[in-house]
Antibody, heavy 119, light 112 residues
């Protein structure tokens, strides 16, 4: 059974960079059949797609976040990562990693991790 | 890239049927048969319920069905049960600027 697990700091200071890693187990991140993505959910609000990556390294970002987002993949560790720079309180959210079966099926999700932006 | 439009809330009694709409544009919902629906219970990760407009993943009850007309997709839940009370989100592939994905704002389903 495929499992995804987010990890990283739960508290980030304003203007700093948020960094999260998603570890995939029970399957290979190098599968040519899937993309991998990050989605966030501010407290009490809806889901927002942040970006997606293919195992080859091809990336796709939400235009509204593109200038601040970097998603990378480490196939040797079966992990992919998210970096979001210059964070503000508006970036406080539960961050989920997920597998994307093209073209539009986020079929496996991590449990999510709450990241709070505060000094 | 704007979020897809969903009603904030819907409600129904046990045994009844409800429908949740999801309105987009010709660049997303209307342009592709790639609409998905997710169920999210409080404090839990979203769960895929419908993909490619009307297909159910293995293990999802056949009480859940999806459809699309023009720029609007719909999720119908028949035979409402208490455990169906949750938030529901639609999602679509979009090519409005580059390869991308967009979610709806979410709908809170209350089972009365």
């Amino acid at each position: 059974q495929l499992q995804l697990q987010e990890s990283g700091p739960g508290l980030v200071k304003p203007s700093e960079t948020l960094s999260l890693t998603c570890t995939v187990s029970g399957g290979s991140i190098s599968s040519s059949s899937y993309y991998w993505g990050w989605i966030r959910q501010p407290p009490g609000k809806g889901l927002e797609w942040i970006g997606s990556i293919y195992y080859s390294g091809s990336t796709y970002y939400n235009p509204s976040l593109k200038s601040r987002v970097t998603i990378s993949v480490d196939t040797s560790k079966n992990q992919f990562s998210l970096k979001l720079s210059s964070v503000t309180a508006a970036d406080t959210a539960v961050y989920y990693c997920a597998r994307l079966e093209p073209p539009n099926n986020f079929d496996y999700w991590g449990q999510g991790t709450l990241v709070t932006v505060s000094s | 890239q704007s979020a897809l439009t969903q009603p904030a809330s819907v409600s129904g009694s046990p045994g009844q049927s409800i429908t949740i709409s999801c309105t987009g544009t010709s660049s997303d919902v209307g342009g592709y048969n790639y609409v998905s629906w997710y169920q999210q219970h409080p404090g839990k990760a979203p769960k895929l319920m419908i993909y490619d407009v009307s297909n159910r993943p293995s293990g999802v009850s056949n009480r859940f069905s999806g459809s699309k007309s023009g720029n609007t997709a719909s999720l119908t839940i028949s035979g409402l049960q208490a455990e169906d009370e949750a938030d529901y989100y639609c999602s679509s592939y979009t090519s409005s600027s580059t390869l991308a994905w967009v979610f709806g704002g979410g709908t809170k389903l209350t089972v009365l």
